[in-house]
């Protein structure tokens, strides 16, 4: 993961980790881009700076595990390309660029002195990058999976079992009062348009249309438009995508996780956690958390994708008509941010 700094920024940040107030928190997250995180300063080299911020990156660089590089156009790239920083946390002393930015909700940033604030929103637990929570505890039918409120640019919810069944009785029933409350939440204050992309099984190749096995997943046009409906005035309606992927292909390793652009959340059974009136309906307990701000966790995400994308790619060419993609967005390659 990439951090960008401005030099106003990064001596502000060093200031707070030795402050009464936040040494604690800063240290913290010190510690975290130290092991985890690629710098990039703001600025065109280290021998334009001054000594003493010299002599502050020489510091910083004992125990770094990244690199460490000197770009001064930084901003310009910003307003040039944003889409080459997202999953990126950008530290810039510019209200400008930065509010803007905030308000999309699409990348992680932060102002001048909100940089321990910014880069410790990556802690899923305290000063921990995993967590497990409980369902029925931690999750619940009125609180459900909460996503930390971190910025988002894509959604994979991958589940094999999540539209699973009839449409009365089954898991595209209780769909509403799961998954869709979820997204209820992300769409309530959002100004910026997502991408969502459901990965899901279905069982129609082996089986004929009456055999009791035979499922062909969701109405997904009416999916789409229950979906759809959920995002504020303000918001651009989401682009969305239903890859049904036939029985057998999605394998245990990489069954049922939520994937987001800082946050990775793998389940031990379906999403579907709650029946309509709030009673636990899954076989499983706990649910992991996962800050992509570690590089291991981040690595791991990757090759998790990488493994879908291959047999998504493999579905999407030979059963075309069993996935439902906007005909203005890509038609392969899905699962890459």
Same mark, same amino acid.
Request: with cysteine.
């Given at each position: 993961m990439d951090c960008y700094f401005d030099i106003s920024n990064y001596i502000e940040f060093s200031k707070q980790t030795v402050a009464k107030e936040s040494k604690e928190t800063a240290s913290e997250c010190l510690r975290m881009i130290k092991k985890n995180f690629n710098i990039i300063i703001n600025h065109e080299s280290f021998d334009s700076l001054e000594e003493d911020i010299q002599i502050l990156l020489e510091e910083f660089q004992s125990g770094f595990e990244?690199?460490?590089?000197?770009?001064?156009d930084v901003k310009k790239n910003l307003s040039?390309?944003?889409?080459?920083?997202?999953?990126?946390?950008?530290?810039?002393?510019?209200?400008?660029?930065?509010?803007?930015?905030?308000?999309? %909700? %699409?990348? @992680?940033?932060?102002?001048?002195?909100?940089?321990?604030?910014?880069?410790?929103?990556?802690?899923?637990?305290?000063?921990?990058?995993?967590?497990e929570e409980r369902i029925g505890h931690d999750i619940t +039918?009125?609180?459900?999976?909460? @996503? =930390?409120?971190?910025?988002?640019n894509k959604i994979f919810i991958i589940d094999r079992y999540l539209f699973k069944g009839s449409e009365i009785g089954g898991n595209i029933s209780l769909f509403e009062y799961n998954t869709l409350?979820?997204?209820?939440?992300?769409?309530?204050?959002?100004?910026?348009?997502? #991408? @969502?992309? +459901?990965?899901?099984?279905?069982?129609?190749?082996?089986? !004929? =249309?009456?055999?009791?096995?035979?499922?062909?997943?969701?109405?997904?046009?009416?999916?789409?438009?229950?979906?759809?409906?959920?995002?504020?005035?303000?918001?651009?309606?989401?682009n969305i995508c239903l890859i049904a992927v036939p029985k057998g292909k999605i394998a245990d390793e990489h069954d049922r996780h939520i994937i987001t652009d800082y946050l990775r959340i793998k389940s031990? #059974?379906?999403?579907?956690?709650?029946? !309509?009136?709030?009673?636990?309906? !899954?076989? !499983?307990?706990?649910?992991?958390?996962?800050? %992509?701000?570690?590089?291991?966790?981040?690595?791991?995400?990757?090759?998790?994708?990488?493994?879908?994308?291959?047999?998504?790619?493999?579905?999407?060419?030979?059963?075309?008509?069993?996935?439902?993609?906007?005909?203005?967005?890509?038609?392969?390659?899905?699962?890459? +941010?």
């Open positions: 990244g690199k460490l590089e000197f770009r001064n040039d390309a944003q889409e080459d920083f997202l999953g990126s946390i950008i530290l810039l002393d510019d209200d400008t660029i930065i509010q803007p930015l905030k308000n999309k %909700q %699409q990348i @992680l940033v932060g102002s001048l002195y909100e940089e321990t604030k910014t880069l410790s929103r990556l802690f899923i637990d305290q000063f921990d990058m995993h967590k +039918f009125d609180n459900n999976i909460n @996503l =930390r409120n971190l910025p988002i409350k979820i997204l209820k939440k992300i769409f309530k204050d959002r100004h910026s348009r997502i #991408d @969502l992309i +459901f990965v899901y099984q279905i069982n129609n190749i082996n089986v !004929s =249309r009456d055999h009791k096995e035979f499922d062909e997943g969701p109405n997904k046009e009416k999916l789409v438009s229950r979906i759809k409906s959920l995002v504020n005035k303000n918001c651009p309606k989401p031990g #059974d379906s999403f579907t956690y709650f029946t !309509s009136n709030g009673e636990i309906c !899954s076989k !499983s307990l706990l649910v992991d958390f996962y800050s %992509q701000g570690k590089k291991d966790y981040n690595l791991n995400t990757i090759t998790l994708m990488n493994k879908i994308n291959d047999y998504t790619n493999e579905v999407i060419e030979k059963y075309p008509g069993d996935s439902y993609i906007p005909k203005n967005y890509r038609q392969k390659d899905l699962i890459v +941010f």
